[in-house]
Every structure is written in C-alpha cells, then in structure tokens.
C-alpha cells in the first residue's frame, strides 16, 4: 500500500489564489519531500522537512509537517500559471535512501 | 554541472522483444534508483543501487526485469520478453544520501510503448 496518500487528487484554481495539498503517512519517518512533476521539466525536488520540523519556507512554498497526525501540506502562495503540474509527497519510512510516493495532486491554475 | 540523463527517449517495441534502458547518473552520486510511473499515476519503485552494496530489488514486478549498474555509475535496466502492460515511462534517479543530500534528482525518463 502507499506510504504517502495526497489529496485532493486534482485542484482547480484561479490564478493568483492560494493553492493547498495535503499528503498523509503511514509510519515513522526520517524526513519528508515535496516533488514537481510538469511535462516541461519533468519531476524535480521542491523541500524537504524533518521529522523534528513542523514547518519550512521556499519562496511562495510553504510545508508544514505534523507527526502526531502523520501528515504534511503544502501551500502555494500567490499561484501562476507555470504553477500547474503534479504534486507527489514522498517518505523514507524504509530507509533513509529509498523514498515512498504518493499517487500525486493534479494541480492546474486557471488564467 | 550535468544532470541525470537517460536513453533512449521514447522506446516503441514489439510485444515479446527484450528491450535496455539506460541511466547516468550525477558523477558522484552513490545511490541510484530505478522507478516506473504509468500514465496519471505516482512512481512505482523498482530497484535501488547504493555503492558496492547488493541492490535492492524488491520492486521488481517479475523475473523478466533485472539491472546492473557497472563501475557504480551507469546502470542498464533490462525488460526481457516485454508485454503491453510493461507500457510506462522508466524514471532513474541519483543521490547522495551518504552525504546527508536525501533529495533525488530525477532524469526525463524513457517512454516505452510496447505494441
């Protein structure tokens, strides 16, 4: 079964909205990541937070972490159009090498 | 520097044809990782290399699937006897967890199309 379940599995939005993705785990884990997936740039690495973090920044990125809940967001503030792509959260609840995926949050921001 | 990189792009085959897939990873990355994603689906793990480690195979799906990885960089995965439900695009990714870098950097992929 997959560690890491996102939801909603696709979101709407207008452009200039805020955009929120939510990823649940299963089991412990060491860390947690954020990953883009677009047909431009293919899958690329957004952040990463610890388990002894609850929440981190990247720009208009913002994740927090919850372990009690085993759950993560991740917000988009001010969305743009290059914004649309897919979201997956990924756990290292194996190893600290392998990482688990999630099915993924399609996103698309609307002109 | 360079990024991950992997060949062929696109990959149309016979049913029944064996077929290879490249990947190079990031020079110095230890770990290297095979993964398949079908269309509109998350990333299904394959196999992982770590160093001189034995690889951790345990997502391949069947005995027709294998990989190498030579000299610790270059890996080939192997499809012998591809059917149409080997139909996916074959993600590889590299890194250097033994540096404390937990983040995978992720190549464009292999789309094979299997007739």
């Known amino acids: 079964s997959q560690q890491g379940e996102e939801d909603p599995q696709a979101l709407s939005i207008q452009e200039g909205e805020n955009a929120t993705m939510n990823c649940s785990y299963k089991t412990s884990i060491n860390n947690l990541q954020w990953y883009r997936q677009n047909s431009g740039r293919g899958l690329v690495h957004l952040i990463l937070?610890?388990?002894n973090e609850r929440e981190k920044h990247s720009g208009r990125l913002r994740v927090t972490l919850d372990t009690s809940k085993k759950s993560s967001s991740l917000l988009i503030t001010a969305s743009r159009a290059a914004d649309t792509a897919s979201y997956f959260c990924a756990t290292d609840a194996h190893s600290n090498y392998q990482l688990i995926w999630g099915a993924g949050t399609k996103l698309i921001i609307k002109p | 520097g360079a990024g991950v990189s992997q060949s062929p792009s696109n990959k149309v085959t016979e049913k029944g044809k064996d077929v290879e897939l490249r990947c190079d990873p990031i020079?110095?990355?230890?770990?290297l990782y095979w993964y398949r994603q079908s269309l509109g689906q998350g990333l299904e793990f394959l196999i992982y290399f770590q160093g001189n480690s034995a690889p951790d195979k345990s997502g391949l799906p069947s005995d027709r699937f294998s990989a190498e990885r030579t000299g610790g960089s270059v890996s080939t995965l192997t499809i012998q006897r591809t059917q149409q439900e080997d139909s996916a695009v074959y993600l590889c990714?590299?890194?250097?967890?033994?540096?404390?870098?937990?983040?995978?950097?992720f190549g464009p992929g292999t789309r094979l199309t299997v007739t």
């Open positions: 020079s110095g990355h230890t770990a």
């Open positions: 990714a590299s890194s250097s967890p033994l540096a404390g870098d937990y983040e995978q950097y």
């Open positions: 937070i610890r388990s």
